[in-house]
């Protein structure tokens, strides 16, 4: 079946300019993460949506950071007013089982 | 103290080696592990999940130790294609929410 898909793979943008990126989860999983990984560093929680429940925004790091997921599948994250330090990959999972996340391949997000 | 701790490596083996990778956590209340591996500029995948009795499937041995919050990767008889970067990962979960934490990653090069 259909793994997880972000779109775009790829995104530069100046700085200062609003960016939104796409996940489309598996069909069925509950639960839907972001994260963002920069060159050689680990993976950094951003927000959990779990099913109907409010989100878990703990890891936004700024409020130019939001997130929404409509009807409980996809989900957009947008990042306003972009800054340099905000390039990076960033990364979707989706989950049925609790730790069992399957990634996406990612959007590549520089800032110029 | 930093919540999953990983030696960063790099590890270069040789075809057939065999090879460990240590984490430790700072949550003594975490209630789930995994290994996840990431190839270069992919994904992360799941590997297994980390049992108390330990568990192996295959080449692959993970272990345990809650009381010194200890996590173990053991590969056997290493393979070209084990080359990746492999992600000690710990979940936790409060109330509804289940979030997973991710080590920085320890990479592997398994050299011919």
């Known amino acids: 079946g259909a793994g997880v898909s972000q779109s775009p793979s790829n995104k530069v943008t100046e700085k200062g300019k609003d960016v939104e990126l796409r996940c489309d989860p598996i069909?069925?999983?509950?639960?839907l993460y972001w994260y963002r990984q920069s060159l050689g560093q680990g993976l950094e929680f951003l927000i959990y949506?779990?099913?109907?429940?409010?989100?878990?925004k703990s890891g936004l790091p700024s409020d130019r950071f939001s997130a929404e997921r409509t009807g409980g599948s996809v989900s957009t994250l947008t990042i306003q007013r972009t800054q340099q330090e905000d390039s990076a990959v960033y990364l979707c999972?989706?989950?049925?089982?609790?730790?069992?996340?399957?990634f996406g391949p990612g959007t590549r997000l520089t800032v110029l | 103290r930093k919540e999953v701790e990983q030696d960063p490596g790099p590890f270069n083996v040789p075809e057939g080696a065999t090879v460990a990778f240590n984490c430790t956590y700072s949550?003594?209340?975490?209630?789930?592990f995994f290994w996840y591996r990431q190839d270069c500029r992919k994904e992360p995948k799941l590997l297994m999940s980390?049992?108390?009795s330990g568990n192996e499937d295959g080449r692959f041995t993970a272990q345990l130790n809650r009381a010194s919050q200890y996590i173990s990767l053991l590969i056997r008889d290493s393979k070209l294609s084990d080359s990746a970067t492999y992600l000690c990962?710990?979940?936790?979960?409060?109330?509804?929410?289940?979030?997973?934490?991710f080590g920085k990653g320890t990479l592997l090069t398994v050299n011919p």
């Open positions: 999972a989706s989950s049925l089982v609790p730790g069992e996340q399957f």
């Open positions: 069909s069925g999983h509950t639960a």
């Open positions: 949506f779990q099913g109907n429940s409010a989100p878990d």
């Open positions: 949550n003594s209340a975490s209630q789930s």
């Open positions: 980390v049992y108390s």
């Open positions: 990962v710990v979940g936790d979960s409060g109330g509804s929410n289940y979030k997973l934490t």
